[in-house]
């Protein structure tokens, strides 16, 4: 079993920065993929950065954040952080880590087997 902490969201204002961390715990962090999703009111919720395990470190984002948000993890604290850059009051939601067993990396948020509670982010115009 995993579990997974968010921390860092906030109310800030367009074109600011904000970073969020995820803390793990309870099982060996450092095979598991990673990944930030968001939920916006009334809508579904959507992958927004993902990470791989091992020595690549593999990246992938949502085209609304490419170049604007970076995910990054250091497998010796067991963390996984998402830098927010240039924020936008579309990028306002709840934003929670997941984490997937056996490799690779998707988008879909039902191969992610571990989530977070999720943490608030909004983003004012």
């Known amino acids: 079993q995993v579990q997974l902490v968010e921390s860092g969201g906030g109310l800030v204002q367009a074109g600011d920065s904000l970073s969020l961390a995820c803390a793990a715990s309870?099982?060996?962090?450092?095979?598991?993929?990673m990944a930030w999703f968001r939920q916006a009111p009334g809508k579904e919720r959507e992958f927004v950065a993902g990470?791989?395990?091992?020595?690549?470190?593999?990246?992938f984002y949502v085209d609304s954040v490419k170049g604007r948000f970076t995910i990054s993890r250091d497998n010796a604290k067991n963390t996984v952080s998402l830098q927010m850059n240039s924020l936008k009051p579309e990028d306002t939601a709840i934003y929670y880590c997941?984490?997937?067993?056996?490799?690779?990396?998707?988008?879909?948020?039902?191969?992610?087997?571990?989530w977070g509670q999720g943490t608030q982010v909004t983003v004012s115009s």
């Open positions: 990470i791989m395990w091992g020595s690549s470190r593999l990246t």
């Open positions: 997941a984490a997937k067993r056996g490799g690779g990396l998707s988008v879909g948020q039902y191969d992610y087997d571990y």
């Open positions: 309870g099982r060996t962090f450092s095979t598991l993929t």
